[in-house]
């Protein structure tokens, strides 16, 4: 089992940055493929990205292509999410999620450990 806590996130200004990060407890951090997800206001929990357990392996979302970064620390067991160019359309609640097996899903039903979340919010 693996427990999963969010930081980093915040208030940021449209064009802005910011940086997640998801910190593991547990021992077996690498063998877990990571991802994140964000849920809107209103709205169902989205895939972001995910990468696998190596890090070789990355998949992003279309809305967050070309201004998102997924990367990993095994020896930290940590997962970052580094945001660019944020849009008030990235505002959500920002969750990294773990999966035991090594392929690379978008829906969250796959993935079977989750954080508390983090709240991003874009201002315009």
């Known amino acids: 089992q693996v427990q999963l806590v969010e930081s980093g996130g915040g208030l940021v200004q449209a064009g802005g940055s910011l940086r997640l990060s998801c910190a593991a407890s547990?021992?077996?951090?690498?063998?877990?493929?990571m991802g994140w997800f964000r849920q809107a206001p209103g709205k169902e929990r989205e895939f972001v990205a995910a990468?696998?357990?190596?890090?070789?392996?990355?998949y992003y979302a279309d809305s967050v292509k070309g201004r998102f970064t997924i990367s990993r620390d095994n020896a930290k067991n940590t997962v970052y999410l580094q945001m660019n160019s944020l849009k008030p359309e990235d505002t959500a609640v920002y969750y990294c999620a773990a999966r035991v097996f090594n392929t690379l899903l978008t829906s969250e039903g796959s993935y079977d450990y989750w954080g508390q979340g983090t709240q991003v919010t874009v201002s315009s």
């Open positions: 547990g021992r077996t951090f690498s063998s877990y493929t």
């Open positions: 990468i696998s357990q190596s890090g070789g392996n990355i």
